[in-house]
């Protein structure tokens, strides 16, 4: 399958006129995301105690203590860098040319292979999110989807209008945990 998928997503719900119903559909606007040299970890809005951090290539929502354990913070650590696909947004670099995609709707890491979907599969354009200081992050290649967690585990979903998808899809970019 192409695109890191399995089918084609939805077509995006048009714009709606009502100023009453502004989440009934995914957000548009891109909020201040910027670039890093530092390396950040990214917390979950409703599960604070938990970050993104990988273990056998996926990325899990996982407690992270970076003293108390074997693995430390470094693998709940990124660097923020240009989007590979598109330089308003970003792409989360593990180092040595590895960075976080999705695949089959799943975020995993992987090795750049140098094409273009590669690219665009590991390139996420934040949006505003409902919760303070917190975004969501739009894949460039399917427009309307978003990474959220689902039992910890990352994946990139349809947006959807409802209290939960809006707290599964909502994280905050914290200092790196290494």
Known sequence: PQGGADAEPAPRPPASKSASAPAAEPPAATPAFPPSSARKSVQSVNHPDR???VGHDSVRLDRVD??????GGHSASFRLVPGLA???CVSFSLGEGRYLRHFQFRLRADRDDGSALFEKDAT?????SAFSGAVMLESVNY??????HSDFRLRLDPYENSRLYRADAAFRLVDGLD
């Open 51 to 53: 970050h993104w951090r």
């Open 66 to 71: 970076p003293r108390g354990s074997s693995w």
């Open 86 to 88: 598109d330089s308003s």
């Open 124 to 128: 996420f354009c934040p949006r505003p």
């Open 143 to 148: 427009p309307g989807r978003f990474l959220r």
